[in-house]
T-cell receptor
Framework: EAQVTQNPRYLITVTGKKLTVTCSQN?????MSWYRQDPGLGLRQIYY???????DKGDVPEGYKVSRKEKRNFPLILESPSPNQTSLYFC????????????FGQGTRLTVV | GDSVTQMEGPVTLSEEAFLTINCTYT??????LFWYVQYPGEGLQLLLK?????DKGSNKGFEATYRKETTSFHLEKGSVQVSDSAVYFC???????????FGKGITLSVRP
């Protein structure tokens, strides 16, 4: 089954404690991205990657890092989480074609206290 | 820059009512347009799409027509069901390697 898998689904952490949210896709997609979803703001792109070892900032990259060492994986790293990073996070992947839809993971609900 | 504007929500309807959710956009060039749906506790999934002017996307009884002259992509359904209760996002993309730009989303609740 074609899917994007994120882990964990839920995470509560404390300010400043480094964490990683993993994302893996089994569709051999070149393009992967991370979004955060906040009430009243919709989804905003954090980082994206057009292929292995190629990453770039989205609209709200501050406080986040990513890496793309393998085509299937695109982890999101919060080196020093802060409460304003409490949000719902989605990973997505797609082929590099303008007309194709993106496939989304189930989401990771992160709370930073 | 590119932007998507959705009507303010939330929207509450009775079962079998007619649904319209407005979406207008601003974009350079000729974007592809998408509607995504997010059911409670789940990720986003594509509902329908249209890739050129006057195209109509349809799925699960939902329809939307790409109107270049009014820069709109309104979502409609003739008879909603309780199972349609979800958050609906309008989105666009203007290039093969460009991001999806989303509207703010609108929550639809359907009463039995």
């Amino acid at each position: 089954e074609a899917q994007v898998t994120q882990n964990p689904r839920y995470l509560i952490t404390v300010t400043g404690k480094k964490l990683t949210v993993t994302c893996s896709q089994n569709m051999n997609h070149e393009y992967m991205s991370w979004y955060r979803q906040d009430p009243g703001l919709g989804l905003r792109q954090i980082y994206y990657s057009m292929n292995v070892e190629v990453t770039d900032k989205g609209d709200v990259p501050e406080g986040y890092k990513v890496s793309r060492k393998e085509k299937r994986n695109f982890p999101l790293i919060l080196e020093s989480p802060s409460p304003n990073q409490t949000s719902l996070y989605f990973c997505a992947s797609r082929r590099p074609d303008m007309n194709t839809e993106a496939f989304f993971g189930q989401g990771t609900r992160l709370t930073v206290v | 820059g590119d932007s998507v504007t959705q009507m303010e929500g939330p929207v509450t309807l009775s079962e079998e009512a007619f649904l319209t959710i407005n979406c207008t956009y601003t974009a350079t060039g000729y974007p592809s347009l998408f509607w995504y749906v997010q059911y409670p506790g789940e990720g986003l999934q594509l509902l329908l799409k249209a890739t050129k002017a006057d195209d109509k996307g349809s799925n699960k009884g939902f329809e939307a027509t790409y109107r270049k002259e009014t820069t709109s992509f309104h979502l409609e359904k003739g008879s909603v069901q309780v199972s349609d209760s979800a958050v609906y996002f309008c989105a666009l993309r203007t290039g093969a390697n460009s991001k999806l730009t989303f509207g703010k989303g609108i929550t639809l609740s359907v009463r039995p």
